[in-house]
């Protein structure tokens, strides 16, 4: 199973969920790795499409029967290596699943398609004069397409399309789900520094009001930092989130050829700075509530929402998940979770209330792993038992005490999160040695870009192959410079040589080396008579 790095985890629950058979998702070094796709204790091992281009002749030793690809538009470029590492692969069988086999070109499919069969098509050549319109003056350029229906027709006998209205009565009412990310690198480090720090200060026997509000201090920007490290340090911007939203706003929503209406939640005006940077550079036009923006003037940007087309976000902090009706929207995305349950229903409430028009809304949690935001998703507070307690239709809960038992659990939950980390951290120390840690180090930095890139991997590859080929041209071109300045400073210096020896003008003063740019060849000119 081949798939983003942020679904791995969701692809392991869901294929253990529903089968009796074991999933793996692998991880570690490549020598780690490579043992791991031998091992017959797990029938489905999971990976992300960046492995495949460091494992992919460990993969082909393993002789697996059946490939399966996920969110396959990130091999729509025939010409990446993501693409061709994956063509390398051997199987007997294949399924390809994406929601979006055609982006921008028509030549999308023809690179998913060759991943399945590369005769179905035909060679690129044939596809391109079959069903391309070329402009008659630049050959690379593309004015459109024909013969469409044969096309379609022909894919037909390999292709399983089901389109979301005819799914829609069978999906949740509210939809939520949960966007699993990881830590760059400096984030890491950051939030091992303020865990430590809670750490010494939960393990005192008495705590002050000092250390409370210190305490309080440490787990805020434990929380923040997940968000980015620009909240922290404004040198840096490190944000693996930011570009999981970039991926879900232009990516799987579409929201450049869309009119839809989103909600992005934050506590953070620092991240609302960001996102709004982020929409600015894509044109997509946003409303922002904060602080700054008077009550009075709240209606204004309600219905600059409701009303304009091209006002396509609602960026908001948590004063904004109570009071405000926003149900045109229906897509609601939590930047983070809220200490407080309740706060995320309040946040929901804003979308999922009389008057919304869809009956289908959707909710994303982003949540970033091995982090104090995953204790809170899981529970951290036991204000869930009061918030159960009060307003659930199965409640069991009929006494909640926050001044003892509440506060001994929520220390107890943050040491156990401590614990575990410190665990994993001296486990991981204690398994590699000193040219393995160089390794893995790398691996890390690795595995966090894929998550940072997700699905604009492929993108940002397509990004790096016309910057290398622009680099090269430069390269070139400055060569060819340099090699017509020393030629012809060398006719120069012959012709001066000559006239000083003999006294006579050799007759090279209006001659003129150049090279060609486009073949290479030199050429001399000059003036008769």
Known sequence: MVCPATLKSQWKKEIEKFTDEKALVLSGTPEERAKQYLDDNYFFFIINYETVLRDSQAINRADFDFLILDEAQKIKNYETKTASSVNRLKYKHVLVITGTPIENRLIDIF??????????????????????????????????????????????????????????????????????????????????????????????????????????????????????????????????????????????????????????????????????????????????????????????????????????????????????????????????????????????????????????LTIYNFITRDSIEQSIAAGLLVKQNLFEGVLSDKNTTNYVDFSTKGRSQFIQQIEAMIKEQEKLSEQEEGDLSENQTIETETEIVSVSSDVVQLELFEEQEEQQVEQQKEQERIEAEKKSAEIEQVMNSGMQFLAGLFKMSTGKDIGLGNQKIEIDKETGEVVMRFKLG
């Open 111 to 360: 690179s998913i398609i060759s991943t399945i069969d590369p005769y179905f098509l035909g060679p690129l050549w044939e596809f391109s004069c079959q069903h391309c319109l070329f402009d008659p003056e630049k050959p690379n350029k593309i004015n459109g397409y024909y013969d469409l229906n044969p096309l379609n027709e022909k894919l037909s006998r390999i292709l399983i399309r089901r389109e979301k209205s005819a799914v829609l009565s069978q999906l949740p009412d509210i939809q939520q789900i949960d966007v699993p990310v990881k830590l760059s690198p400096l984030q890491e480090e950051y939030h091992a520094g303020y865990m430590k720090g809670i750490s010494s200060i939960i393990r005192k026997k008495f705590l002050t009001p000092y250390d409370l509000q210190k305490l309080t201090l440490l787990l805020n920007s434990a929380r923040m930092v997940c968000d980015s490290t620009y909240l922290i340090d404004e040198e840096t911007q490190e944000s693996p989130k930011l570009e999981e939203l970039r991926d879900i706003l232009f990516e799987k929503l579409d929201l450049r050829n869309t009119s839809r209406k989103i909600i992005i939640f934050s506590e953070w005006i620092k991240v609302h700075k960001l996102i709004g940077q982020l929409l600015r550079e894509n044109n997509i036009g946003f409303v922002e509530l904060n602080g700054k923006v008077p009550v009075q003037l709240r209606g204004e940007l309600i219905r600059k929402f409701e009303t304009t087309p091209e006002c396509k976000i609602f960026l908001s902090p948590e004063a904004g998940g109570a009071g405000l009706n926003l149900q045109i929207a229906d897509i609601l995305i939590n930047f983070e979770l809220p200490w407080n349950p309740a706060k995320k229903n309040q946040r929901i409430g804003r979308i999922d209330r009389l008057g919304q028009k869809s009956n289908k």
